[in-house]
């Protein structure tokens, strides 16, 4: 049976409430589930490389390729490790931050980080501020170029129309280079936790199953 890796997005850990709604679907259904914990090497030394190298080894030993479920900056994580040739069956994207390494580099909101290399950041799991250090800042030009990536892995992707965090444009754009990529815009924000959306999500890891 086709295992499923769930990737958790930034400043969260996989126990957060779209982890836990897919850990409870999957589980009581019997299917094999995982959920690494993306801070790493930690949250304060966090890098993408670490990330991606982490699911790629979890992927390699897996009896099966799975479908990998990436919520935020997981999305991205998900992409990256399918752009590197790992084997994936399909991919499940909630609210995918599929342009994080271009757009963090340049957004208003990193400014003061690009110049200091260092900011605190409020992180749920840790339920308190952590300083993130300079490595992020300095990995990320080793993932740029992500706007051209072209996947064939049959990918659908869930995105809020209201989402303040991650521009639903990132997903619109992915959809519309990748033919294997269905993009459902939903009327919710980046949590995706509303009823319909939860209902939505269900439906698509049944379908991918």
Do not use: C
Request: proline share 7%; aromatic share 8%; net charge negative.
């Amino acid at each position: 049976m086709t295992p499923f890796v769930y990737l958790h997005g930034f400043s969260s850990t996989p126990n957060g409430n779209k982890g836990r709604f897919v850990r409870q679907w999957v589980e009581a259904r019997e299917i094999a589930f995982h959920a690494p914990d993306l801070n790493l090497p930690a949250f304060e030394t966090l890098t993408i490389t670490a990330q991606v190298e982490a699911v790629e080894a979890l992927v390699r030993g897996l009896p099966e390729p799975p479908v990998l479920v990436g919520s935020s900056l997981g999305g991205f994580i998900a992409t990256a490790v399918a752009h590197r040739g790992s084997r994936v069956k399909a991919m499940l994207l909630l609210a995918p931050a599929i342009h994080f390494a271009g757009r963090r580099t340049t957004h208003p909101t990193w400014a003061a980080y690009r110049e200091r290399g260092e900011m605190e950041v409020f992180h749920h799991g840790a339920g308190r501020l952590l300083r993130l250090g300079p490595e992020l800042l300095r990995d990320l030009p080793n993932w740029l170029g992500e706007e051209t990536w072209r996947l064939a892995v049959p990918t659908v992707i869930l995105h809020g129309r209201a989402d303040d965090s991650v521009p639903l444009a990132e997903s619109e754009a992915y959809a519309a280079r990748n033919p294997e990529a269905i993009l459902h815009i939903l009327d919710d924000d980046h949590g995706l936790l509303a009823p319909a959306s939860l209902a939505r999500l269900e439906a698509e890891l049944d379908a991918a199953r």
